[in-house]
């Protein structure tokens, strides 16, 4: 038996068998993904190769010192592979003339090569067409950040366990085969972790566990609330945590009792409880829970994990169905929020220095015009049928709302010349990610009805802390008063020009923070479904 002590990053306790992802990549996967910027996607294209010759020639000095120039050569052939100028202009051709994926581009031309070289007679020179196969799958890997990974098809339920695990390979996992997740990089605010709470799945990241395939089908105890991951243990421990399951499982049915009353402080303070989702099973666990609306739908998580964009219908069609599950309720739907850790195949982005600076989330939707109307027109299609509001990330000027809100009556004018039925949103907000969002709240609240206060990111770009990173959580004081004042000023800023404040980020579950958000006068806090219960004890108690 070995234990591990490391950070709960999702409540509640899972025993079972472990399942190790080692990323592998499946290069078909990419074939029927498109491009909107060709000579965008040759850069990316060509970054990763330049990148795979770094690599490669590391591997080549290393292989020399260790076993010679035979067995190094090998990384010399795949270096020099990659920079023939007949395979490179093989792939830039591809990108250009079907504006394919690079992955897609550098799959074919790798076969194109492996046939032409089977073709050349020469038994040696065939065996190099495994080569191009190989450096074309080092390609995909390094375009992917390691990203890709098993089908999700798995005969039991079981706790994933990997390096890193990304939303989209989590995702790959149908909810009930999933016990628990165990990873050794991420953060309490990192979209998996997010994604683990919203599936009421423990999860902790054990930065010091050991990771090897050996791991897959070993029995695991993962406890989402001491932080330890127990690998092959004993029986007392297996019967104790048992126990602890039960209780755990005990205590959130005493919380039950708390669904249907409203979070009201004893002075007669009211604060809006609402819930974060990022699909149709979320909003179910936001509404068993006695959520009063959805404050953040997550709407991204649509699109991770698939190579091909979903269809505007398929969109309406699931906003739709949210905003009947919700009825009465609002349902804010946040425009998509990809890059950064949280990729999609069928929108792949170039890479970049700093992706969490980047091009992501409106910024995204702003460079693919057309995928950024499909989403909206699916909004004001589905806000026919419910009370849906739409809120737009990652503001950091007046001008991007401004735009944002132009692409919106845009899109209301595309369906009104199809007619096809749809209605302005009944709110229109942002989210308060950035310090800049924050400190020009005051300008920002005369164009739109609501803030909602992403704290996750407007922690990490107010203390200059990557979310992702474990190694900086020693710097990362969640409780930080740069971040608890700028919550403030965005409070104040808000009632000032009488629109609404929310908080969507982890901290509105955070309790130890309840009563000073109470006292700043937060309107609503949207947090992950099973911390619903919890707040409304805690803010009742105030
Ligand atoms: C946030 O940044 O706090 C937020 C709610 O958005 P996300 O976590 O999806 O980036
Ligand atoms: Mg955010």
Known sequence: MNSYKGTAVSAGIAQGTLLYLDAPVQP??????????????????????????????????????SSG?????????????????????????????????????????????????????SDYIAERGSDVADVSKRVIQILQGKDTSCTGNTEEPVILIADELSPSQTLMFDRSQLLALVSRKGSRTAHTAILARSLSIPAVIAPDI???????????????LTGTVTIE???????????????????????????????VTSSGQKVRIYGNAGNLEDIDAVTASGGEGVGLFRSEFLYLGRTELPSEDE???????????????????????????????????????????????????????????????????????????????????????????????KAAEQLEAKHVPYAMPKEIGIMIETPAAAVISDILAKEVDFFSIGSNDLTQYTLAIDRQNERLEKYCDVHHEAVLRLIELVAQNAHKHNIWVGICGELGSDLELTERFVRAGIDELSVYPGAILQLKKRIREL
Do not use: W
Request: with cysteine; proline share 3%; aromatic share 4%.
């Open 28 to 65: 078909e996967s990419f074939k029927d993904v498109t491009v909107c910027d060709a000579e965008a996607e040759i850069t990316r294209l060509l970054g990763a190769c330049n990148t795979a010759v770094d690599e490669l020639m590391g591997l080549y000095d290393r292989a020399l010192q």
């Open 69 to 121: 120039e035979d067995a190094a050569d090998i990384f010399m052939v795949h270096s020099m592979m990659l920079q023939d100028d007949d395979f490179l202009e093989n792939m830039r051709e591809r990108i250009r003339g079907t504006k394919c994926c690079a992955e897609h581009a550098v799959t074919e031309a790798a076969k194109q090569f492996a046939q032409d070289l089977a073709a050349s007679g």
């Open 210 to 224: 050991p990771l090897s395939q050996e791991l897959s089908g070993k029995r695991c105890i993962v406890d989402g």
């Open 233 to 263: 243990p004993d029986e007392q421990t297996a019967a104790q945590a048992q126990e602890t399951q039960e209780r755990y499982a005990q205590e959130q049915r005493e919380l039950a009792a708390l669904k249907d009353k409203e979070a």
């Open 315 to 409: 969109l309406a069609q699931v906003y739709t169905n949210a905003a009947k599950k919700l009825g009465d309720r609002l349902l804010v739907i946040r425009t998509l929020d990809i890059g950064a850790d949280k990729t999609a195949p069928c929108l792949p982005l170039e890479p970049e220095q700093n992706p969490a600076l980047g091009i992501r989330a409106l910024r995204l939707c702003f460079e693919c015009p057309d995928v950024f109307a499909a989403q909206l027109r699916s909004i004001l299609r589905a806000a026919v049928v419910g009370n849906v509001a739409v809120m737009f990330p990652m503001i950091i000027a007046l001008d991007e709302i401004k735009y944002a809100k132009e692409c919106l009556k």
